[in-house]
Nanobody, 127 residues
Framework: QLQLVASGGDLVQPGESLRLSCAAS????????IAWYRQAPGKEREGVSC????????YYTDSVKGRFTISRDNAKNTVYLQMDNLKPEDTAVYFC????????????????????WGQGTQVTVAS
């Protein structure tokens, strides 16, 4: 059984950076697509980024392109979300999610049904 633990959230000022971690246990992530989602108070869940299982292809929602980077460290069985130039509108609870797949693509649609979810980590961007 795969378990995901998200961490790294914090209170930062606009323009600063954070790196979120999604540590997996129970299975290695080699054959899993991994996604990061976020949910702000009063708003729907939003897909932020994902990394496909087969070739590590990455996808980003438009609002974070050029600022966020998703990466994997297979040796640590961990996926990261490097967030640079943070903005107040990035404030949300961030979740990581996973599904086992052989596909070359991954998905960040709001209602995509990933099989495994980690608990959230709070990111607050405020001056």
């Amino acid at each position: 059984q795969l378990q995901l633990v998200a961490s790294g959230g914090d209170l930062v000022q606009p323009g600063e950076s954070l790196r979120l971690s999604c540590a997996a246990s129970g299975r290695t992530l080699d054959h899993y697509a991994i996604a990061w989602y976020r949910q702000a108070p009063g708003k729907e869940r939003e897909g932020v980024s994902c990394s496909s299982a087969s070739d590590g292809g990455t996808y980003y929602t438009d609002s974070v392109k050029g600022r966020f980077t998703i990466s994997r460290d297979n040796a640590k069985n961990t996926v990261y979300l490097q967030m640079d130039n943070l903005k107040p509108e990035d404030t949300a609870v961030y979740f990581c999610a996973a599904e086992i797949t052989t596909s070359f693509v991954c998905y960040i649609s709001p209602d995509y049904d990933y099989a495994w979810w980690g608990q959230g980590t709070q990111v607050t961007v405020a001056s």
